[in-house]
């Protein structure tokens, strides 16, 4: 997915990538890397309050030079599901906002990645690596029945479930 997203920032001259994910978030920690990589600067959204120590994939984060933003949900933490949704859909959207602006107005250009990178540019990532994993079974002489995948944002599976049926893969 990164592939078409950095591309696209590139492309459109961003000096920043803004993005989503829990502290732990291989999704986070792959964008600060291919940020640093390309020269952009990158900022973290999460939703929850900073842990006691960084480990992990929120250290890595910190290493490769990404902001962290924290974004504390604790007054509507115990909501209903579909009211915590809700209300996170719009802080992340106010904090979004407000971090866009202020970025602009010292002159960076944003470009924003969906959580999980979940976008049609997302799911064109894993639609193409459908085609990747045929060619490089058939070099290698294996046959695969299926390929297992988490299932978060969607774009994943969506992207791999488009390009096995378009590639005429033997995988599902």
């Known amino acids: 997915k990164l ?3 950095i591309c696209e920032a590139v492309q459109q001259g961003a000096t920043r990538i803004l993005t989503y994910g829990s502290n732990q978030s291989n999704h986070g920690r792959l ?6 990589k390309f ?3 990158c900022t973290i959204l999460m939703d ?5 120590k960084a480990t992990g994939s929120l250290l890595i984060d910190r290493i490769l ?6 974004m504390d949900d604790a ?4 909501d209903e599901e579909a009211d915590y949704l809700e209300k996170m859909r ?5 904090v979004t906002n407000a971090l866009k602006k202020e970025y ?9 990645i969906p959580e999980g990178g979940s976008s049609p540019v997302g799911a064109l990532g894993y639609f193409y690596a459908a085609k990747e994993i045929k060619n490089q079974l058939e070099e290698m002489g294996v046959k695969m029945d299926y390929v297992a995948t988490v299932l978060g944002s969607t774009a994943t599976f969506g992207g791999l479930i488009l390009g096995s049926k378009f590639f005429n893969t033997d995988f599902t």
Not at 31 to 36: F, G, K, M, V
Not at 48 to 52: K, N, Q, R, S
């Open 3 to 5: 592939d078409y997203f």
């Open 31 to 36: 964008t600060a890397a291919a940020a640093a």
């Open 39 to 41: 020269g952009m600067k």
């Open 48 to 52: 929850e309050l900073p842990p006691e």
């Open 65 to 70: 030079g990404a902001d962290i933003v924290f």
């Open 75 to 78: 007054d509507f933490r115990n």
């Open 90 to 94: 719009k802080l992340y959207s106010q």
């Open 104 to 112: 602009e107005s010292k002159g960076e250009t944003v470009y924003i």
